[in-house]
């Protein structure tokens, strides 16, 4: 059986595997420091005071200007911050005071051309005591690492099925590959959505807010969402005002009502209110994603051991 290797060109093989062990060893280096200094670092609650822009390796440069007296260009979310450019970077700047007393400015390692840190947002932040300028900001980062070191794990799974995949057993594997994927997919969304919803309930802290207005957003369907926006104060004394998660298609509220909410401790604005639930959605890509996973599973074990 001719190999796939013997028809793609030997450049082409070895340009996956550079971009892969490049993605890989990056952003999974970064992965390990985070990972390092949440375990063995300092928690504290910290204040975005700006931004730092610079240009990545494709945008033609890596000069860098502070943007302090510029709160980012708004995105379709209001709670995140844009550079506008897909090739213009920035990297929020913290500010906190250590457990000696010491106020620290520092930057984040991580750029990205969408953020949610948002100047004025309060975000939990670890730090190194013994170097207070290397933090790892709670919410923001860990995604697009985690994104690239997912492509450079398919980079390298790409190159060793070139390398040692025959055509015919690919062609033999593409239609269990398909529904594999597909059922991943709609799996991990569905996850994703339930799994936030239940970490906010078991660690989520419970207090009093007063409604202050509300926001909308728009479902895929064309539905209008209302989220009421909500004001409190944390354990910490930070006063917080930001909009439920968890959107209905009839207001819940009148401003200056009293209400339950649970707040995430790691980022107080993520707030849901008391009762409330994952969105039915979520739960039927979940058992969707499972249904067809378990279906291929079993048919591909079927075929296999006939």
């Not at 375990?39 to 890596?62: C, F, K, M, N, W």
């Not at 639930?277 to 067809?292: E, N, Q, S």
Request: some cysteine; hydrophobic content about 40%.
């Amino acid at each position: 059986m001719e190999g796939l290797a013997q028809m793609v060109p030997w450049q082409g093989i070895l340009v996956f595997a550079l971009l892969g062990v490049a993605c890989t060893a990056g952003a999974g280096y970064r992965l390990h420091k985070e990972r390092i200094l949440r375990s063995r670092g300092a928690r504290t609650l910290a204040v975005v005071v700006a931004h730092d822009e610079h240009y990545g390796v494709s945008g033609g440069g890596i000069t860098a200007r502070n943007r302090s007296g510029d709160p980012g260009t708004p995105t379709r979310r209001p709670w995140a911050v844009s550079t506008g450019d897909p090739h213009l970077v920035s990297a929020p700047i913290v500010e906190f005071t250590t457990v000696d007393g010491r106020t620290v400015r520092a930057r984040s390692r991580v750029s990205s051309n969408t953020s949610v840190a948002v100047p004025g947002r309060v975000m939990t932040v670890y730090y190194d005591p013994d170097d207070p300028e290397d933090v790892a900001i709670v919410g923001h980062g860990r995604g697009v690492l985690r994104v690239f070191a997912l492509i450079g794990v398919l980079l390298l799974i790409t190159t060793g099925l070139l390398l040692v995949v025959s055509e015919d057993t690919l062609n033999t594997a593409v239609p269990v590959a398909v529904p594999l994927i597909l059922g991943s997919v709609f799996f991990s969304i569905g996850a994703y959505g339930v799994g936030r919803v239940w970490a906010l309930r078991r660690r989520g802290t419970v207090t009093e807010g007063t409604v202050v207005g509300e926001t909308t957003t728009s479902t895929r369907e064309g539905l209008t969402l209302r989220h009421p926006v909500v004001r409190f104060r944390t354990t910490t004394g930070h006063d917080i005002e930001t909009a439920s998660e968890r959107g209905t298609l009839r207001r819940r509220a009148q401003p200056g009502q009293s209400i339950r909410l649970r707040y995430h401790p790691d980022d107080p604005y993520r707030v849901l209110l008391v009762g409330d639930g994952a969105r039915p959605l979520f739960w039927i890509f979940a058992l969707v994603g499972l249904t067809v996973l378990t279906a291929t599973v079993t048919i591909a074990t079927f075929i296999l051991t006939r």
